[in-house]
């Protein structure tokens, strides 16, 4: 029966064995899901028993989900951590006279922390319950740096961490840092400054960090390096970076091959593409997880799945700014790993999912290269592979119990012939009526363990509303934020 879900404690795991049943269940076999017709999932604490059908077993409680997709719960490796800023820009160009490069003057006036430390709290903790709304239980979080004195701090990642630990999520932290920055000299040229010093700090506070806080809330919160773009990274911060990892036996995130600017800043400064210029390094290697590939050359794809690098596809993100991966179908035809990242607001992986079919069958303008199982293996499997592990991203007797349970009866589907073709074309995650990460069960009907999310959606826009007004100072000429933001139509007010 449902009722049983509503007597379970959010945050908490259950007692004793849970059996799940729905019309449909991501199995696993062969490496491969599979899917199941009314199959039953059972876990005890943090771990799956049994996936299949007719279990003999004793059981604690039976949760009856009618007509669902019992899936391995999403894994978004490039996870909207902050108040999305991107959705900012997205009316407005060119980045560079909207705030997006910080200009000389900002630079010279001293940067600054746009928000307080409670503010950068509340956004991590308030992003995190959103991925959970969405049927993610594993998230690597990214945020922008734009809006930072420079990295991010130790203190909101303990704060992060204890976040997910409360909320129930699976993740993959450490601080961002950075040996340099992009500095806009005059309308349009932006010019890369660098500090070494700077970037070699930061990695030594994110593997403190990361030595301090891996397998913390019983072991939900693990590490990941996470210098913050190739093309304002030196060799000797990159270098570091991945003998940490060696050492930590953790994998690092750089987001490369992703922009135009950041190609041409890379040819400048050393002669190649980002990854040429780490294969030549000896840089590339199964360690690495590298966003987004929208700007991959041939060559590039090449040295990527020569070398077990990852990817992660943010279709979403990239559609809505223009570029795509080219093409999802060809990279995965290569033997490429890619992983699905969400990256914008909304954090919604199932529309990524919808985006990313769409924009692969634009690109091979045809659509029979890529199938929405492609996209789903992406989100799981991959993700799963990109992260080392093999006991997530697929329900089966020994691995996680990291769940989302999908409704295909929701007033907004379609009638389905089937739940993976439904819930990818849907492209929607609001259809997601229950996760489980680790047997705990961390959301139910649009709620979550410890915060009042119609609440910290009021307190999210107010936040929003203080970084806006601090917009001028970081643009070009301090234009007011009706110019660098100006409305859609123009704004009638009433007479006062
Ligand atoms: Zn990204």
Known sequence: MADALQTLQLGHR???????????????????????????????????????????????????????????GL?????????????????????????????????????????????????????????????????????????????????????????????????????????GGMVLEEPGRMVPVFDEERGFHGL???????????????????????????????????????????????????????????VETVKMLHGSTAPVWLAKAGLLSDRLVAP??????????????????????????????????????ACRSRGLNIAMGTDTTPPDMLMNLLVGLITCRINDRAPDRVRCAHLFDAATLGGARALGRSDIGHLSAGARADIAVFDLDDLFMAPSIDPITTIVTGGSGKITRAVFVDGRLSMRDRQVAGLDLQKART????????????YPERSWANPPVSEIFPPSYPIEVANA
């Open 292 to 329: 987004h590939a929208t700007n991959a050359t041939e060559e590039d794809l090449r040295l990527y799945v020569e070398n077990g690098v990852s990817i992660v596809h943010c279709p979403l993100v990239s559609g809505r700014g223009g570029s795509t991966l080219n093409s999802f179908s």
């Open 75 to 179: 894994i978004d490796l490039d996870a909207l951590s902050d108040l999305d800023t991107t959705i900012l820009g997205i009316d407005h160009h060119p980045g560079w006279a909207k705030g997006r490069v910080w200009p000389r003057s900002y630079v010279e006036a001293g940067p600054y922390e746009m928000y307080s430390q409670e503010e950068l709290a509340f956004q991590k903790r308030f992003a995190f319950s959103q991925l959970l709304l969405n049927g993610i239980t594993t998230a690597a979080p990214i945020a922008s740096l734009f809006y930072r004195e420079w990295g991010e701090t130790v203190a909101e990642f303990d704060a992060a961490a204890d976040a997910a630990g409360e909320l129930g999520l699976r993740v993959y932290l450490s601080p961002a840092y950075r040996s």
């Open 14 to 72: 259950p007692q004793g064995r849970t059996l799940l049943t729905a019309s449909w269940v991501v199995g696993h076999k062969n490496s491969g899901h599979t899917l199941l017709r009314n199959g039953e999932v059972v876990f005890e604490n943090g771990e799956i028993l049994f996936v299949g059908h007719g279990f003999q077993g004793e059981v604690a409680r039976r949760i009856d989900f009618g007509n669902t997709l019992i899936s391995p």
């Open 204 to 262: 030594k506070d994110a593997v403190a960090y990361i030595e301090r806080q891996n397998g913390r809330h019983g072991d939900l919160v693990r590490g990941m390096l996470a210098p913050d773009r190739v093309e304002t990274s030196t060799l000797a911060l990159l270098q570091r970076t991945d003998a940490a990892a060696r050492d930590l036996g953790c994998k690092f995130r750089l987001h490369m091959a992703q922009g135009v600017m950041e």
């Open 459 to 470: 307190q999210a826009q107010a936040q929003y509303d203080g970084l806006i007004a601090k």
